[in-house]
C-alpha cells in the first residue's frame, strides 16, 4: 500500500476469534468456529478511514480462550517492535472477546505503550448477516490513528474502552458484551468520529516505563514463556475449603489469586489455607466475583486485594509481579 504525506500508519495484527470466525449458514451467531479467516482478508471487507495505511500481520489464528503466555510473549514483542517504528501511528489487534480482557491488561502493564494500541472483536462471525466485526474493525483504526494517544485500549460496539477496566460483561448480546464498571466508558465513536466522555485513570495512562527506543527489558518478552511464574485462581463459595490450596501448592503453584465474595471477603477454611500457604512463600492477591463495582479493602482484611482489576486480570497482575520480582 502506498502512504501519502498525510496518511498515518497502523499495524494491524490478528489472533483470530469470531472475528475471523465462520459458521455454515448467515444466520447461525453461535454454531460457529473462531479463527478461520486470515487478517488479510478481514481488512478487504472493511471501509477504511480516510488518510489510512495499513499492514497487517498474522501472529495467532486461535480461539481466544486457548490463548497461551508463549502467544502473548510473541505478541507483545511483535506490537514492541511496531511502536518503535517512527512512521506506525499505532497498532490495531483482532482478537476473540472471550479473553480480550487479560490480553489488553498483559499488554498494558508489559508494554505500557507511548502510542495506542487497540484491541477489537466481534460477537459475531465474519459470516453472519449482520456481523459486527467490519465495524468495529474500522472503528478500533480510526482510534488507533487518534493524536497524542497512549497506552492499551478496546473497543467494541462504538465504545472506547481502558485496559484497566474493561471486562466482558454479556456473553452473547452485541451492545452489552463489553462494559468497564464504576469507572465507566473512555469514549464513544459514531460515523468515525471519536468524543471522548472521561480522562483516563492512572493504570491506563502509565507512563511507558519498560521501552526505551524499542529496547524489550520486560521479562515477560524474554524470559521462556514455558518459565514464567505459575498462577491459578481459586472461588471463594458457601462450602469452601482449604483443599484446592493444598493441592496445588502441593503441585508447585507460585500464586493464586482468590476470587472474593462481596466486599472481597474470603470463606474462613480457605483463608487458613491460604494465610499458612502465604507463610511459606506463595504469593496470593483477592479480587471480587461480584462483577463491575470496586472493592474496599478494609484493615480487618488478612489477603491483599488488586485495585479494580477482574479476577482474570488479578492472575495476569499477580503472574507479572512475580515475573519482575525475579527480573529476567
Ligand atoms: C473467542 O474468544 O475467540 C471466541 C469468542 C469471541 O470472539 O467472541
Redesign the pocket.
Known sequence: MSTAPDTQRIVVLGT????A?TAASPDDVVGYR??QIGIDTLLAGVSMPPGSALEAEQIAQ?????MTHAIWQTLAQRVAHHLARPEVAGIVIT??????EETAWFLQRVLAPSKPVVLT???RPATAREADGPQNLSDAITVAREPGLSGVLAVLAGTVHDACDVRKANPLRLDD?FASGDAGPLGVIAGGRLRWLRLRGEAGSAAPQVLSNGTQVHPALSRPADDWPRVEIITSHAGATGALVRALCADGVHGIVVAATGNGSVNRELQQALVAAQATGLAVLCSPRSGPGRAHPSAIDRLPMADGLTPAKTRVELMLRLLERAGA
Request: proline residues 0%.
Open positions: 483470530g476469534g469470531t472475528i470466525g473462531a479463527g486461535i480461539d481466544s480462550k486457548d482478537h476473540g472477546t472471550d479473553t480480550l472483536g466481534a460477537m458484551a
